[in-house]
C-alpha cells in the first residue's frame, strides 16, 4: 500500500511557501511542528545482500491500523504513539519478514531505524539497527539518483560536491573543471577514495578545458561520504578533504545508457549465484563513458578548431570465495585528448571611460594527451560472528599516467583604447594604439608517473553490553600498514618568445632572447610507509545519550626526504535522546601533514628540490547536525548542518594559481591560517525532492618567510606593511544551491536548477607577485544552469500501457539543459601583455556562454 501523494505538490505550490522557505534560511531559524501525542520513527530499507534501497516495502504498527510504504529510495516516515512501547513489521514480497520492538518515545520525538531484510531465499538474516552516530564530519549522500539527473557540464561526479559538501567551490576553473577547492586548499589537498583504494589525477593539466573524464563513474556508485576538514585517522595525509565513494554491489541484472550533446554512457551490472552454495556469488559492474565539449568550448571568445575526446572504461569485479572471505577486482583506463588550433581573438575589457580591446590573430595548434590505468585487487576476510565482529582486508594496486604537452601557437595581437561616443563613425574601433607585437609559444613536456601500492587493514568491534537495561557500550579499533612506490619520469622542454613594435622582451641588441625558457629532466624514484590505528568508543544509553569518541593516530615515512610524520586526530560527537529536537554536534581537531607528492617539488625553474618537507596544518571543527519537519500543514524533512573551523598552517609551499594549473615554489617558504563558517541547509522542500543550500563564509591569508608584504591603495605612491595577505584560494563568500520541483498535476515533468555565486579569487602581477602579492581580484562568479526532465516511461505503468514503444526500458528520462542560463561573463585567468615601455596589461579570458544541452537516459 503506498499512500497517497498530499494536493499542493510542486511547481503548483503557493508562492506563501516558497517566500517562507527563503525567510527561514536567511535567519537560519528552525522550528519543528509535530503533534503532542505522537512520535515518528523513519529510517531507510536495504537488501542485506546487495545494500541496495528496496521500495514498496510495508511498514505498519502491529495491532493498530498504521502503515506506510518505503519510496524509491527505501525511505519511509511513520507516525507511533508517544510514551507507549510499540511493534513496528516490515513487509514485503520475495523479503522474510520481520517485526522490531521500538522503546517508548517522547511526544513529538524523531527516532531513527534503519533495516537490512534478507532476501527469502538466502540465508541471511535481518539486521535492525537504531541509527546511530555516523563517522564524525562526514556529509553522506545515498540518494544517487537524483544526483544523475543534475544538469552538468563536466559530467563528472565531482561538479556536484560543491552543492553539496560544506565549504566547497569550483575554483578558478569554473564549469569546464571537475577540480575542487575545500575551505581555502587547492585540488591537490583533496583525498579521493573508491572501495577502499586511494585514486590519483594528471599532473599536467594547467586548463579545464584539457580535462576528461574523473575516475568516479556515478552510474556504479551506491553512495558517497565527504568530509570537509577534522577527518579520521583512518584517512589519508592530506590537509583538506576527503571523498570515499562506494561502488554497488548488485543482486540482479540492470543497465542503463545515456546520450546528450556533451557525450554519452552506458553501463551494465548483475550478479551469477552459485544454486548448491548460496554463499558464493560473482558480481560484476561495467561502466563506459564518452564525452566531449566541442559545444561548450565553441561559446569561448577564442575563436578556432576546438576537438576534445574523452573516453574511459570501467570495471569493478567481486566474488564470494565463502561466507567469509570475498575477492575484488577493479580496472580503469581513461584517455583524454585535447586538440587545439586556435584562429582569432577580440575581447574588450576595461572601464566605462578608458575601454580597450585586444586582437589577436593565431597560427599554429595545441595537441595534449593523457592516458591513465589502473588495476587494484582486494581480499576481504569477514567472518559471521555475533560477538565481536572483525575484520581483515588486503589490497594490492597499481597506477600509470602518461601525460603529453604538445604547443606551438603564435598570436599576432594588437591592443587598443576604443572609441566610446555612440555618436563617432569610429563608434568600437580602436583608436588609440597601446602596443602591438607577436607572442608564441613552444613546448614539449611528457611525464610518466607510476604508483604501485599494498595495504593491510584490519579492524574489530568490542561489544560490552552494561547490566543496565539499554545501557551499550564498544570498541571499535582499526589500524593499518602501508606500502607505496613512486616512480616519476619527468621531462621539461618550453618557452616563450614576446616581441613589441618588432622587439624582442626582453630587448637586447645583439642577441634574439626568448623569457621563460624551462629544459630539465627529472627522474625520481621513492617509497612511502604509512600506518594508522584509531579507536571508536561508543557509549549509548537508550532514550537518553549517544557520545562517540574516535581518536587515532597516523605515520609515514619517505625515504626521499628521509622525512618522519606523526599526526594525532580526534573526532566527538553527542547526541541527546531523550529531547524533541533530533540534534546532534561534533568536535574535531588534529594534526594534517601532507608530505609532497611531486609537483610541489618542482621549482619555477623546473629543477627538483628533495629537501621539502611536508606542509603542515593544525584544525580545528565545531559544528551541529539538526533534523527537523518544517511545516504546520505538510511537514517536510529538512537537515541543518553548520560548522565552523580554524586550521593554522606552517612550512607551507607557496604557489600561484594560473585557470586550474598550480605553480609551486618548490620550497617550504610561507605560513598561513584559514578560518570560517559553513552552513548546509538540505530537505524535501517539495515532497520526493530533495533540494540543498551551501553557504560558505571564508578569510585564508598568508606569509612569506623573509618578505615583508605591502598594499598601495589606489592613489598612493608608497606601499604599506601588512602582516598576511590573501592566498589565492581566498574566496570570500560561496552560494551553491541545487533546486527540484515539478508539476503540481505531473510528477514526472521535473525542474533542476543549480545557481552558484561566489566572490572574486585574487591573483597578482605575473613574475612580480611577492612583496605586493595577490592585490587584485577577479569579477565576481555566479553562473545558473537549468534542467528540464521529463519521464516518457516507468515500468509502473506496463499495465496501463501494454503497447507502449519503450516498455523495454524500467526507466527513460528526457531532459533540456540550459548552461549559463544568464550568460554571465565568468573570468578564469588573465593573459598578460608586455609593452615595449615595460608596462603590464592583464586581460581577462573568459569561461563558456550560454548553451543548451539535450540528453536521454535510459534505465533496464
Known amino acids: 500500500m503506498k499512500p497517497p501523494s498530499p494536493r ?159 565549504g566547497t567551490n569550483t575554483g578558478a576553473g569554473g564549469e569546464l573543471t571537475s577540480q575542487y577547492q575545500v575551505r581555502g586548499g587547492n585540488y591537490d589537498e583533496n583525498l579521493v577514495y573508491v572501495n577502499d583504494f586511494e585514486i590519483y589525477r594528471p599532473q599536467l593539466i594547467r586548463a579545464g578545458q584539457q580535462e576528461g573524464l574523473t575516475f568516479p563513474n556515478i552510474d556504479l556508485v551506491r ?152 588495476g587494484g585487487v582486494s581480499l576481504t576476510y569477514l567472518p559471521d560472528r555475533e560477538r565481536n565482529p572483525l575484520f581483515h582486508k588486503f589490497l594490492a594496486s597499481t597506477w600509470r599516467s602518461q601525460e603529453n604537452e604538445r604547443f606551438d601557437i603564435l598570436g599576432y595581437y594588437i591592443l587598443g583604447e576604443i572609441e566610446e561616443n555612440l555618436g563617432s563613425d569610429e563608434f568600437g574601433e580602436i583608436v588609440n594604439i597601446l602596443g602591438t607585437g607577436t607572442q608564441h609559444t613552444w613546448i614539449r613536456n611528457y611525464l610518466t ?139 574535531a581537531g588534529g594534526l594534517y601533514f601532507q608530505p609532497p607528492f611531486y609537483r610541489e617539488l618542482r621549482q619555477l625553474n623546473g629543477v627538483v628540490n628533495k629537501n621539502v618537507q611536508a606542509q603542515k596544518s593544525a584544525h580545528v571543527v565545531a559544528g551541529f547536525t539538526y533534523d527537523f519537519l518544517w511545516g504546520k500543514r505538510r511537514p517536510v524533512k529538512m537537515r541543518l548542518i553548520t560548522e565552523a573551523y580554524y586550521k593554522q598552517m606552517w612550512d607551507l609551499v607557496s604557489y600561484d594559481l594560473d585557470n586550474v594549473r598550480i605553480r609551486y615554489a618548490g620550497a617550504n617558504d610561507s605560513r598561513g591560517y584559514a578560518t570560517g563558517i559553513d552552513i548546509r541547509l538540505n530537505g524535501e522542500f517539495v515532497p520526493g525532492a530533495e533540494s540543498w543550500v551551501n553557504l560558505s563564509l571564508l578569510r585564508t591569508r598568508e606569509a612569506i618567510d623573509g618578505v615583508q608584504h605591502q598594499i598601495r591603495e589606489l592613489g598612493d605612491t608608497e606601499g604599506r606593511d601588512v602582516k598576511d595577505v590573501p592566498r589565492p584560494t581566498d574566496r570570500f563568500l560561496t552560494l551553491s544551491t541545487f533546486f527540484q520541483d515539478y508539476l503540481r498535476r505531473n510528477k514526472n515533468i521535473r525542474m533542476h536548477l543549480n545557481f552558484t555565486v561566489g566572490t572574486g579569487l585574487p591573483f597578482g602581477v605575473v613574475d612580480n607577485n611577492v612583496i605586493y602579492r595577490n592585490p587584485y581580484r577577479f569579477t565576481p562568479y555566479h553562473r545558473v544552469d537549468i534542467g528540464f526532465g521529463f519521464q516518457l516511461w516507468k515500468q509502473e505503468w506496463r499495465n496501463r500501457r501494454p503497447k507502449h514503444f519503450l516498455r523495454f526500458t524500467r526507466n527513460t528520462w528526457a531532459s533540456l539543459e540550459v548552461f549559463n542560463l544568464l550568460k554571465v561573463a565568468n573570468e578564469a585567468s588573465n593573459t598578460w601583455i608586455k609593452a615595449i615601455t615595460n608596462v603590464q596589461y592583464a586581460i581577462p579570458n573568459y569561461l563558456t556562454g550560454r548553451r543548451v544541452n539535450f540528453r536521454v537516459r535510459m534505465d533496464f
Do not use: C
Not at 561520504?225 to 592530506?238: I, L, N, P, V
Not at 607510476?450 to 564498544?474: K, M, P
Open 223 to 374: 553512495d558517497l561520504s565527504f568530509s570537509s576538514g577534522g577527518f579520521q585517522a583512518k584517512y589519508g595525509d592530506k590537509m583538506s578533504s576527503v571523498l570515499d565513494v562506494k561502488y554497488k554491489r548488485p543482486d540482479s541484472l540492470r543497465a542503463s545508457a545515456s546520450a546528450s550533446l556533451l557525450g554519452a554512457s552506458a553501463h551494465v551490472e548483475g550478479s551469477l549465484k552459485n544454486r548448491q552454495d548460496p554463499y558464493r556469488a560473482f558480481r560484476y559492474l561495467v561502466g563506459a563513458r564518452y564525452k566531449t565539449t566541442r559545444t561548450l568550448l565553441g561559446s569561448l571568445d577564442v575563436k578556432g578548431e576546438y576537438l576534445p575526446d574523452f573516453y574511459d572504461i570501467q570495471t569493478y569485479l567481486t566474488y564470494d570465495l565463502s561466507r567469509d572471505w570475498q575477492v575484488g577486482l577493479i580496472g580503469n583506463f581513461n584517455r583524454a585528448v585535447y586538440r587545439f588550433e586556435p584562429e582569432s581573438l577580440v575581447r574588450a575589457f576595461g572601464l566605462i571611460d578608458f575601454a580597450l580591446q585586444l586582437r589577436t590573430a593565431f597560427e599554429g595548434q595545441e595537441v595534449d594527451d593523457f592516458t591513465q590505468a589502473m
Open 8 to 166: 499542493g505538490e510542486g511547481l503548483g505550490v503557493g508562492l506563501t511557501r516558497r517566500v517562507q522557505f527563503l525567510l527561514f534560511f536567511l535567519s537560519l531559524l528552525t522550528t519543528t511542528a509535530t503533534a503532542q501525542e505522537t512520535a515518528t520513527v523513519h529510517g531507510r530499507i536495504t537488501d542485506a545482500a546487495t545494500e541496495q534501497p528496496i521500495e514498496f516495502v510495508t511498514v505498519f504498527v502491529k495491532d493498530a491500523n498504521t502503515a506506510v510504504s518505503t519510496d524509491e529510495q527505501g525511505n519511509y516516515a511513520i507516525q507511533v504513539p508517544a510514551g507507549q512501547r510499540v511493534i513496528l513489521g516490515f513487509r514485503r514480497v520475495a523479503y522474510k519478514d520481520s517485526n522490531t520492538d521500538v522503546l517508548p518515545l517522547q511526544p513529538g520525538a524523531r527516532f531513527a531505524l534503519d533495516v537490512a531484510l534478507a532476501p527469502a531465499e538466502s540465508n541471511l538474516e535481518v539486521i535492525i539497527r537504531d541509527r546511530r552516530l555516523d563517522d564524525a564530519g562526514m556529509v553522506r549522500e545515498r540518494n544517487i539518483e537524483d544526483l544523475k539527473l543534475l544538469p552538468s557540464s563536466t559530467g563528472n561526479l565531482e561538479s556536484v560536491l560543491p552543492h553539496i559538501a560544506l
Open 449 to 587: 608517473f607510476d604508483v604501485r601500492n599494498a595495504e593491510y587493514r584490519g579492524g574489530i568491534e568490542l561489544q560490552n553490553d552494561l547490566q543496565d537495561a539499554g545501557l551499550t557500550r564498544s570498541h571499535f579499533l582499526q589500524w593499518s600498514v602501508k606500502w607505496q612506490n613512486e616512480a616519476v619520469v619527468d621531462e621539461i622542454n618550453e618557452w616563450e618568445r614576446l616581441d613589441s613594435a618588432l622587439y624582442s622582451l626582453p630587448y637586447d641588441t645583439n642577441f634574439l632572447l626568448v623569457r621563460r625558457v624551462l629544459k630539465t629532466q627529472n627522474d625520481l624514484n621513492s617509497n612511502r610507509i604509512t600506518a594508522f590505528f584509531q579507536d571508536t568508543w561508543t557509549w549509548r544509553q537508550d532514550g537518553v545519550r549517544e557520545f562517540q569518541v574516535t581518536a587515532g593516530v597516523r605515520g609515514q615515512y619517505w625515504d626521499l626526504n628521509q622525512g618522519w610524520l606523526v599526526t594525532p586526530r580526534v573526532q566527538m560527537l553527542y547526541k541527546p535522546l531523550n529531547i524533541r529536537q533530533d540534534v546532534s554536534y561534533r568536535l
